[in-house]
């Protein structure tokens, strides 16, 4: 069994000022392994940090499955879901004020979650002091954030996020206020504490070269998932082949083939060899043309 499980999840915001309905997710279907480090890209507004709130207990679905350990979410109500955010989950987002509080050293922000866990002082301190030392920050750590560089504020934001030893840590865009060689460097503390807690891991980023320094990446379109990948031996992002066919029989092919495609127009669906061959023009068959060349 899979430790995350989302099967058909819906997400559809319902904005209190006005009568539209926005669908976000329209039937994601994913399993995620205990330990794994995953990323999700896609374009703007496809979905993805919609998919991260679900995740992270912050939203509620519309529709479908979505089970996190043995936390069963989509049948949660907003008091169990807070106490699973409190307790299981960790997050760090794109801008760092979300992260960390400004006025406090780098030490006490990575020592708040361990206060709401009652935490005697001493341990706080402790165990503070080891994350801070994990991610290369133990030299800065009665430094305010505003006295540290970008990279460094989210590496602070990273031990924040697992202090309290989360199952699960959520990461969406973390590396997007920083340049190409501080977010590399993010990245390698994330992988370090991914495989050194084997927490898994889940990062939204819209940076291809980010998301293959992750085990396996996801993407994500339209508020469904199009395609994914390890990312061993990947090189560009038309090498992400594989898609998920799901329990209707639907898949959606990559966005690099349907830009050669005619869209709103029939597709031919062949079975030969074992293989399954997709054609969009009425004339083309494998066998009839080579006939034809004869
Ligand atoms: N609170 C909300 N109320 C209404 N619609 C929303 C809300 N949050 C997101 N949406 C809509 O849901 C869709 C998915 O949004 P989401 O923020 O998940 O996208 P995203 O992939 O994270 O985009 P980006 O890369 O720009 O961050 C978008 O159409 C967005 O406008
Ligand atoms: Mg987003």
């Given amino acids: 069994m899979s430790f995350i499980e989302i099967r058909d999840l819906i997400k559809i915001y319902r904005p209190k000022e006005s009568n539209l309905r926005v669908p976000a997710l329209r039937g994601v279907e994913l399993n995620i392994e205990q330990g794994e480090f995953l990323s999700i890209i896609g374009p703007s507004g496809s979905g993805k940090t919609t998919l991260l709130l679900m995740l992270a207990g912050m ?146 980023t819209h940076d291809f070269d980010v998301a293959k320094a992750t085990d396996r990446i996801i993407q994500i379109v339209d508020g469904r998932i199009s395609g994914f990948s390890q990312t061993k031996n990947l090189k560009t992002i038309s090498d992400m082949h594989q898609v998920y066919l799901d329990r209707y029989g639907s898949l959606q092919l990559p966005r690099h083939i349907i830009e050669k495609l005619e869209v709103q127009q029939k597709i031919n669906i062949k079975e030969e060899d074992g293989k399954i061959i997709l054609s969009q023009n009425d004339d083309f068959t494998p066998s009839k043309k080579m006939k034809n060349q004869k």
Avoid at 136 to 161: F, I, W, Y
């Fill in 59 to 204: 939203a509620e679905p519309s529709a479908g499955y979505l089970r996190v350990g043995d936390f069963r979410l989509d049948q949660y109500s907003e008091t169990d879901r807070s106490i699973y955010r409190r307790y299981s989950v960790g997050t760090l987002w794109q801008i760092p004020n979300r992260n960390l509080i400004w006025e406090i050293s780098a030490l006490e922000n990575v020592e708040i979650p361990l206060r709401l866990l009652g935490i005697p002082r001493e341990r706080r301190i402790r165990e503070a002091k080891d994350l801070l030392r994990e991610v290369g920050m133990d030299h800065r750590m009665n430094h305010k954030p505003r006295q540290l560089s970008g990279g460094e504020v989210q590496r602070v934001g990273l031990a924040c996020a697992l202090a309290h030893k989360p199952i699960l840590l959520l990461a969406d865009e973390p590396t997007g206020e920083l340049d190409s060689k501080t977010a590399g460097e993010l990245l390698k503390y994330f992988k370090h504490l991914n495989e050194s807690y084997g927490i898994t891991a889940v990062m939204v």
